[in-house]
């Protein structure tokens, strides 16, 4: 299968050109002016940008959780990534504790194959660490599965002690993996979940009252003074709240290898939305959570000057009916997670780019280039270049989109962004070749995607 994309603005991280592609199997041939070799398909892009396909590092599809499981699965939740641009996707395997690293990702893998419309990896969730798990660390690397990711919060249930991340931290200095660090106090915030539970404190917006900003701070500075103490890099996931940011500002200052992951939501949403009337709060019921909405200016800054290197999803649906009901009366039953696969491009392009907080070049590096680079995909993904993945977003920057459940394809009965227009959407896809959603509608197919072997750090 060959085809030809005709007449677009070809976007890099570093160049904006006018130009065809000639993608030819599964990778970008060639590149060039007026290109005149037949193909089995032409795509006319006039007026359209090309981007490199979207990589989404932080997703959680068919995940357990608090008594349920995330709404989307590999098929619903990877061709929802589609429609929105993205053509890769990072998932996270979870080892429950008396379990191996093995075992976990022999369960994940089950879960995508057969089913992921796009291409997929994993990174491996550790809540326990020993001799054997740590052989098994080294293993997974030479696997593809080279980024870990630890939790400083939820006790007795993901957290591990310092002892151990440190361990952990060591080991990839060894073995080239990357850590990955929730960074909440855990400890702290069981405390004062129990305090407000005790007191009668059982709304929505309770669950982000008892996760404090400096909570998060304060494990976003000791996870990357672990890192430093360990000589290796650290990578902060879904960093929310302008304090942390701050502690990742000061370290990267210091010359550290610190890298942190910010996400829609936090750019978009605040924690005004908790307040909305009766139950809807939950639907933002998310960790860490929504911050006060001056955050907001605080995160673009943090992108535009790259003290943040990746904005990914934390895709983690659970549906209002039935999923986020269990907590009705007890906000810390409420499984925690939203919707977010299939708008990141469209709202960092439409918030980001159109209101020029960051640049054309800047949204793709954020949104595909960096995380291809931190997590072992550069230059395969992450580019459009002769020799790379065929895997391309072709944008209409000028088409306008209503974002809601109605007009998007997750599998999740609400939206947090329902109602809100956004200008600049994808309306056709290529993933490694192959025209997945084409001038709007799917045209893939579930399992198509294939699993990606990672290779280590390129920091
Ligand atoms: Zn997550």
Redesign the pocket.
């Known amino acids: 299968m060959t085809l030809l994309i005709k007449n677009g603005t070809i976007v890099t991280a570093t160049d904006q050109y006018r130009g065809d592609v000639f993608i030819d199997g599964e990778t970008i041939s060639t590149i060039g002016m007026s290109l005149t070799m037949p193909a089995d398909r032409i795509i006319d892009a006039t007026g359209k940008y090309l981007f490199p396909g979207g990589i989404d590092v932080?997703t959680?599809l068919d995940m357990p959780f608090g008594g349920t499981t995330s709404s989307d699965d590999f098929e619903t939740g990877t061709i929802a990534a589609a429609f929105g641009g993205t053509t890769t996707v990072v998932d996270?395997a979870i080892q429950y504790r008396g379990q191996t690293l093995h075992h976990a990702w022999e369960t994940w893998m089950k879960k995508a194959e057969g089913k992921a419309a796009i291409d997929y990896g994993f990174h491996m969730i550790i809540t326990e660490l020993n001799d054997q798990v740590e052989q098994e660390m080294d293993a997974l690397v030479g696997q593809g599965v080279t980024s870990f990711k630890l939790f400083m919060a939820y006790p007795g249930v993901f957290m591990l002690d310092d002892a151990s991340i440190f361990k952990a931290l060591l080991r990839t200095g060894k073995n080239g993996g990357t850590i990955c660090m929730?960074a909440e106090n855990g400890g702290v915030i069981d405390v004062l979940v129990k305090k407000a539970l005790a007191e009668g404190k059982t709304a929505p917006k309770y669950h982000a009252l008892t996760r404090p900003a400096r909570a998060e701070a304060e494990a976003t500075h000791r996870a990357i003074a672990l890192a430093e103490m360990a000589g290796v890099p650290i990578y902060i996931?879904?960093l929310s709240a302008a304090e942390a940011l701050e502690m990742v500002t000061e370290a990267r200052d210091r010359g550290l290898p610190a890298y942190a992951e910010t996400c829609p939501q936090y750019l978009f949403l605040s924690y005004d939305n908790y307040e909305e009337p009766g139950f809807d709060g939950a639907k933002y019921v998310m960790s860490p959570p929504l911050r006060a909405r001056e955050t907001q200016d605080r995160l673009w800054r943090g992108l535009a000057f790259n003290d943040l290197q990746a904005i990914s999803t934390?895709h983690?649906p659970f549906c209002m009916k039935e999923q986020k009901v269990l907590g009705e009366g007890d906000f810390s039953k409420i499984p925690n997670g939203a919707p977010g696969i299939e708008t990141r491009m469209s709202l960092v392009y439409d918030g980001g780019v159109r209101s020029g907080k960051i640049s054309l070049n800047r949204f793709v590096e954020l949104t595909s280039t960096s995380p291809a680079k931190i997590f072992g995909l550069f230059p395969r993904q992450g580019t459009i270049a002769p020799g790379s993945d065929a895997d391309i977003g072709v944008c209409d920057p000028e088409k306008k989109l209503r974002l809601g459940v109605k007009t998007l394809h997750m599998r999740v009965d609400y939206n947090p962004y329902e109602g809100r227009e956004v200008t600049g959407a994808t309306d056709t896809v290529v993933s490694r070749g192959k025209i997945v959603v084409d001038a709007g509608k799917f045209t893939g197919k579930a399992g198509a995607g294939s699993f990606l072997k990672r290779s280590t750090r390129q920091l």
Request: net charge negative.
């Open positions: 932080h959680h996270f929730h996931v879904h934390d983690c």
